[in-house]
């Protein structure tokens, strides 16, 4: 190591001194008028834009919201009780900003880009406004590109696309953080960054959530994004769009930092909203304590907005941008079921459709608990892979068919032919589209597995026996037909050759199957 | 509880009632006395905000607190506060109506702080050149604050020229631990 001379040490210092321009410091200020339950009136400041950060004493900063004739309303972002009647605020001529890089993947942090992890500081590549304009209906391109979550139940019928935005709604206890996070630990190796933002949440909860993300390497491609319930609701507020600015940062520049354009590709960005209800119950009260007029629910007038500005961000961006795109995946939580509330109601319309989870179903055992009825995805269908359309088209079809039906059937035993092979049909469906948790299955094999049951493979089974059908088919193919599986990831759509070679697999299978079979 | 935008309508009102600039001396001294006698005396304010005490009484009492010199537009402002409840208000009224009067007379207030206390010649000089500089009148109020340590820091509205030795030494600081 080389020698540094005291010397030189002062010599570095006093041309730092030396250097240091003496100019007058110029602020324009204003005077806390009155503080409290993390608002502060603050007299002055009378050129301050709306959403600026402010300076106050003691290292707390706060955020310009309402802008009156004769006040500034602001929310105050950390310890409020340290701020006194008289204190002086300063303006930063900033608009709130988060600090945005690669350097965050992997870590959890909080709205303001501060770590939570205990593994320091991140060294953050650029600041971005966490409100941004969405990009316009020229840079963006159609949905087409498959988002898979690996579950079954949502890519065979609800499939999502790489820049949709799909509901996840439900109520408590109904496994909707367990769909987000079984489709972030899915993207392990698909090249898509996952930030999951946690709004209002109990702490352990979202430790509960990193410890499994880590346990199935799923960390390394997410960023936490975390406001517990324990945070002020301003920052509850701030976290959602905090989150978004990270993600815009990878949709807009590739992997070397630079904008993203035709040679530089933008990255895929899947950001996860857990979740909107508290979101906008943390808006509500900063709303009513700014004295803004409520209206429905006590909600302010513009929570429709506060939605409709964030989810508008989700996009799919043309070649020319990079093609990078964000995919959100907003969580509402209702109450007993009830999705003609506000908030669900306006998110519903927001988005471009909806995972219905149902607490009925979860149950009775049917988990993933969603709906098929009431689940729906406006614009993932161009999204879906060929060879999964081909497949889950009469699979959609059958299980209305027989939620129709099981509804009648209960009545009487007197069914014709016709009507108990489609119940049948349906409930052999519904067994081998229930998944257990953190078990994300890929395509093909979902593709295969769906085949079987739409073309009768599983009827003459037992319903208890279709759970082993499902494992030992995987096992089979696994073995046997791993250039099966590979050509249909490679051809994308079932022509008359690879249905063929999918039928004498699924034959030769059920033929062992059935013979190992323990006697009845 | 003082409350600014309640007291910039009322003074408004008083301003633009008035004809012309003497009476609206007249009447800033006078609001002002009498802002002033309302916030020292709690009887008096007590008095004029009690529902029970007959509204020619406080008419009276104000206009004998106004003195003589009160002209018949402010004497009708006094009776249309009290009678609108508002009498404990009229120290922010006095408050809002001077700096209504001094914003359309074009005087700016002006406060400058230093460590220690300012030669009277120093303080002119730094009038001056103020008023060079904003192109207005200035009303300057001087204090001290021992902890800025040297230079000065100025405030004229709400634009502050911060020019201590304190401030630049924590600008150096942070500068410092940055990098």
Redesign the interface.
């Known amino acids: 190591m080389v020698d540094i001379k005291v010397d030189e040490i002062s010599k570095i ?1 006093r041309q ?2 030396e250097g ?1 321009d ?1 100019g ?7 005077t806390v008028l009155s503080v409290g339950d993390g608002i502060a009136r603050i ?4 050129k301050v834009m709306s959403g600026e950060l402010l300076e106050l004493p003691h290292g707390v900063m706060g955020m310009a919201l309402n802008l009156e ?3 500034v309303g602001a929310v105050l972002l950390g310890e409020a009780s340290v701020i006194k009647e008289g204190d002086q605020v ?1 303006r930063t001529r900033k608009i709130m900003q988060v600090p945005v890089g690669d350097g965050f993947v992997g870590r959890v942090v909080d709205p303001l880009g501060q770590t939570l992890d205990g593994k320091g500081p991140v060294a953050p590549a650029t600041h971005m406004p966490i409100e941004r304009i969405a990009p316009g209906v020229v840079e963006r391109t159609p949905v087409k590109e498959p988002l898979q979550t690996g579950i079954k139940a949502i890519d065979a019928m609800i499939p999502i696309g790489r820049g949709q935005r799909e509901l996840i709604i439900g109520d408590r206890q109904t496994g909707k953080t367990a769909v987000a996070v079984d489709t972030i630990i899915n993207q392990k190796g698909k090249g898509v960054l996952c930030i999951y933002v946690a709004i209002g949440q109990k702490q352990s909860t979202v430790a509960q959530v990193v410890r499994t993300l880590e346990q199935y390497g799923a960390m390394d491609h997410t960023i936490v994004v975390s406001a517990a319930a324990s945070v002020s609701p301003a920052l509850q507020y701030v976290a959602p769009y905090a989150g978004t600015a990270m993600a815009e940062y990878f949709q807009m520049n590739g992997a070397d930092g630079r904008p993203a354009g035709e040679d530089n590709p933008g990255r895929a960005v899947l950001c996860i909203y857990d979740d909107l209800s508290k979101h906008a119950a943390a808006y509500r009260e900063i709303s009513l304590l700014l004295r803004r007029p409520p209206g429905r629910e006590a909600f302010p007038g513009d929570v429709f907005y506060l939605h409709s500005r964030l989810l508008e961000r989700a996009s799919k961006l043309n070649d020319k941008r990079g093609g990078g795109s964000i995919t959100s995946l907003p969580i509402i939580e209702t109450q007993a079921g009830d999705i003609s509330a506000y908030i669900p109601t306006n998110v519903i319309s927001i988005t471009d459709g909806q995972i219905f989870l149902e607490a009925d179903l979860f149950y009775s055992g049917i988990r993933p608990a969603v709906n098929v009825g009431l689940s729906v995805s406006r614009v993932g269908g161009n999204a879906q892979t060929k060879a999964m359309k081909q497949v889950a088209g009469t699979l959609r079809l059958s299980l209305a068919q027989y939620r129709e039906l099981a509804a009648f059937a209960q009545f009487g035993s007197d069914l014709d032919k016709a009507t108990q092979a489609q119940l049948n049909r349906g409930r052999r469906l519904t067994e081998i589209l229930k998944q257990g948790q953190f078990s994300p299955l890929p395509v093909e094999k979902q593709i295969l597995l769906v085949f079987a049951g739409t073309n009768g493979y599983l009827d003459d089974l037992e319903v208890a026996e279709c759970g082993r059908f499902e494992r030992d088919l995987y096992q089979f193919l696994d073995l046997n037909h791993r250039d099966l599986q590979a050509d249909i990831v490679k051809k994308g759509s079932l022509d008359d050759e690879l249905r063929a070679r999918v039928r004498a697999a699924l034959d030769a299978f059920k033929g062992e199957f059935v013979a190992s079979r323990p006697a009845a | 509880m003082k409350d600014r935008k309640l007291a910039m309508r009322y003074a408004r009102a008083l301003f633009t009632a008035l004809p012309d600039p003497t009476a609206i001396e007249a009447a800033d001294l006078a609001l002002s006395s009498v802002g002033r006698a309302v916030a020292s005396h709690t009887g008096l304010e007590l008095l004029l905000i009690h529902p029970a005490v007959p509204r020619r009484t406080k008419n009276a009492v104000l206009a004998q607190v106004a003195g003589e010199k009160a002209g018949k537009p402010l004497l009708s402002f006094f009776s249309v506060v009290a009678n609108h409840g508002r009498a404990a208000q009229l120290p922010a009224i006095a408050e809002a109506f001077h700096a209504i009067r001094e914003e359309a007379e074009g005087i700016v207030a002006a406060s400058i702080t230093t460590a220690t206390p300012m030669a009277p010649d120093l303080e002119a000089k730094t009038r001056t050149t103020l008023e060079r500089l904003t192109g207005k009148r200035i009303r300057l109020t001087t204090s001290v604050d021992g902890s800025l340590i040297g230079g000065a820091v100025t405030q004229i509205g709400s634009t502050v020229y911060d020019g201590s030795l304190r401030t630049q030494l924590a600008n150096l600081r942070r500068r410092m631990a940055g990098q």
């Open positions: 210092l730092q001194i240091f003496r007058t410091d110029l602020a324009e200020v204003g007299y002055g400041l009378e004739e004769d006040s300063r």
